[in-house]
């Protein structure tokens, strides 16, 4: 018999009556989608796990003073939330850095490969860099809902959220960045394969 998964609100509870253990499977949870939404804008290690730990520092607060009142909705409100941190930095120190992979880190290796043979795994590389190099020459709006969409796997009413724009404005953008990648894809002849 399955175990019965605990849901967000759950552990939520959980943690406030005391249950520090129930935090740490929130963070766990939560970790990957949160720290890739940081440092797709920060585009710095380092500075990405300040802000992550900022982050959830921030979430603590909010919890034990009830402030957090999206049940169901943990992990967009946590993605949100760091993106304001996010925001909030780059006001501190006004700029705002472009979207490139490190020798560190790159935000397409945090994707979860699927089992395959070697052939197929070099192919899937192949397309991977292609397509990021694509990506990296789109405009840092459309760059930017791609990523969210695509790689963090969230809604388009989240990326609208927690970039601070239209629902409308995010679906647009997305839009453009497609037909922009279409083009792109033309105009270098370049043979995505499908995987």
């Known amino acids: 018999m399955a175990t ?46 300040d802000i992550f730990q900022d982050t959830f520092i921030k979430v603590i607060d909010k919890l034990h ?17 760091a993106h304001n941190m996010v925001i909030d930095y780059y006001r501190k120190e006004k700029h705002m850095p472009c979207v490139r992979d490190t020798e560190d880190y790159c935000i397409f290796d945090s994707l979860d490969l699927l089992d395959e043979n070697i ?28 990523i969210l969409r695509h790689y963090c796997d969230m809604s388009f009413n989240d990326i609208a959220k927690a970039t601070n724009v239209s629902i409308n404005t995010s679906l647009g953008r997305m839009r453009y960045a497609l037909i922009n990648l279409r083009k792109l894809i033309e105009r270098k002849k370049v043979n995505v394969y499908a995987y």
Do not use: C
């Open 4 to 49: 019965p998964v605990v849901t967000d609100q759950q552990l939520i509870n959980s943690y406030l009556q005391g249950n520090l253990k129930s935090f740490e499977t929130l963070i766990e949870r939560h970790q990957k989608k949160v720290f890739t939404s940081i440092y797709i804008l920060v585009k710095d290690k380092e500075l990405a796990e």
């Open 65 to 81: 003073s009830k402030k957090y009142r999206e049940e169901g909705k943990f992990g967009p409100w946590v993605v949100r939330m």
């Open 119 to 146: 052939q197929d795994k070099i192919i899937h590389n192949q397309n991977l860099k292609q397509i990021r190099d694509l990506i990296e020459e789109l405009a840092p709006e459309q760059r930017e809902v791609v």
